[in-house]
């Protein structure tokens, strides 16, 4: 009998083992399980920042509604449970471990007909079978990367949402934010409406030229509405947004400015699903929720002096940089600090030079998380010496060193932590948070 430790540890091993095995070889597996995905009512999110956001205000609006939600996010800070929750409550080790158990079964018994699931791809068959049995009303499902060909694009939504679009994952996506936009827009479906705020012209062309060749049966381009800021402060901003409607006295319990965006894009998206809904009744709803959202390591003030912010690309380095400047601004602190570390796929050279020369740190700490993926110090040391005063820059070997420090830390000094979300993870957890 395997335990939830093992299952936990072989998940976790499969990237040593299996590559991407393809949606066709996926949908046999499903088929093998009883077709789970055709049982959800889901909506599909793609993008490359703020699906995750995204997800969860959408989720928090919909329960706010009366209905109860299923999420299917990546990737996990501390547990890998994360992945899995049914109204903000993670799959339990005991059905985590039954649905694990499931996955494997089908592999076990089907091996001639089969390839193993990459990692990405038996956690979705398992949060498939979960979902299936519990049920939830809705089910927002994020994608992983890319779209077109994620393990996610098996399903049938109810609707499509395409977030925010940059340059990340290059290698696998494409060089270009029009080829990046291609794959992002596979997830558009025949005949089902669409939400997208790109933030970009040129991915927008490519979305509206996908949609009209797929049909879909409605548009909402939240990137039109207007958003505005009324009042912000360190945990908090107060603000509004006009479309047809206007959604006035709309508070979020984050400092970050992206937020507001990200709720422009949960706003469409909740026209569309609660349609027939009065829109005044709607608009309560949608205020209610948005207020009871909370995100885990994006702007997060963990203490009174750190912040941890998951930014791993050249558009979250931007939006990092215009909330950090902002915290900074109405701060009491003299000193500014960044903590970084980040995977080594990424473009991390770009996120450097963009935080060093628009946020323009006093210190630059920099350290490595638990992973293979991690960076190497000196690689980011070399890096950031591009950019700023090399006397500025301290280096912790380990993230129980850059806690130790951070344990420390002057009243007079503010960090930010940034580069990924596996450092905000490894932080919080180390916290103990």
Known sequence: MTSYEEAVRYILDIPRFAGKSGIENLRKYLEFLGSPEKKLKAVHIAGTNGKGSVTEMLASVLREAGYVVGTFISPHLEKINERISIDGELISDEDFLNCFEKVKNVYEENRSEIEHLSFFEYIFAMAAVYFAEKNPDFCILETGLGGRLDATNVVSP???????????????????????????????????????????????????????EMGVTRMLDAGKFKVSIKQDSLDKIDFSVENEYNYEDLLVMSP????????????????????????????????????????????????????????????????FVETALKICEKGPWKTKAILFAVSADKDYDSVARIIAEAFKPDKVYITSFNSDRTLDTGSIKDTFEKYVDPKSIEVFGKTDDAVEMLKKLSDDEIVFSVGSLYLAGELREKLGL
């Open 158 to 212: 109810v609707l499509n949402i395409i977030t925010s679009i940059g340059m990340d994952h290059m290698q696998y996506l494409g060089n270009t934010i029009t080829e990046i936009a291609g794959e992002k827009a596979g997830i558009i479906t025949s005949k089902v409406a669409l939400v997208y705020n790109t933030g970009d012209v040129e991915a927008d062309q490519v979305i509206v030229s996908k949609a009209k």
């Open 256 to 319: 970050a400015i992206y937020q507001t965006r990200n709720a422009a894009t949960v706003i469409a998206a909740t026209e569309i699903l609660l349609k027939d809904m009065d829109p005044d009744k709607r608009a309560g709803i949608i205020r209610r929720g948005i207020k009871n959202f909370s995100w885990p390591a994006r702007m997060e003030f963990v203490k009174k002096n750190l912040v941890i912010d998951g930014a791993h690309n050249e558009n979250a380095a931007k939006y």
